[in-house]
């Protein structure tokens, strides 16, 4: 069975940092794109950062010159070094990936999310 399981959320201050990370483990055979996607309270669900197979990445117009996406793909891990945090940036993030497994073919996964408190 497929997983993804965040680390590395928490409580900062403004202006400090965080990194995020994700690991997939299983049955795996691929992977395709990985993302983290974060939801504040009363809000809906939004992307943050998406990085392809390949290194490409994406980035919410907040968060960009201030986040950074990676991947390891020899690790099946996906990162967010995120910089300069902002008090909107307080949500659950969670990880997301696009994962092929020899048991149930293409499938999208997500993690259980991790919390990023940013408050002085």
């Known amino acids: 069975q497929v997983q993804l399981v965040e680390s590395g959320g928490g409580l900062v201050q403004p202006g400090g940092s965080l990194r995020l990370s994700c690991a997939a483990s299983?049955?795996?055979?691929?992977?395709?794109?990985m993302g983290w996607y974060r939801q504040a309270p009363g809000k809906q669900r939004e992307s943050v950062a998406v990085i392809s197979s390949g290194g490409s990445a994406n980035y919410a117009d907040s968060v960009k010159g201030r986040f950074t996406i990676s991947r390891d793909n020899a690790k099946n891990t996906v990162y967010l070094q995120m910089n300069s945090l902002k008090p909107e940036d307080t949500a659950v993030y969670y990880c997301?990936?696009?994962?092929?497994?020899?048991?149930?073919?293409?499938?999208?996964?997500w993690g259980q999310g991790t919390q990023v408190t940013v408050s002085s």
């Open positions: 299983g049955s795996i055979f691929s992977i395709n794109a």
């Open positions: 997301n990936a696009d994962i092929f497994s020899i048991t149930t073919n293409w499938q999208n996964y």
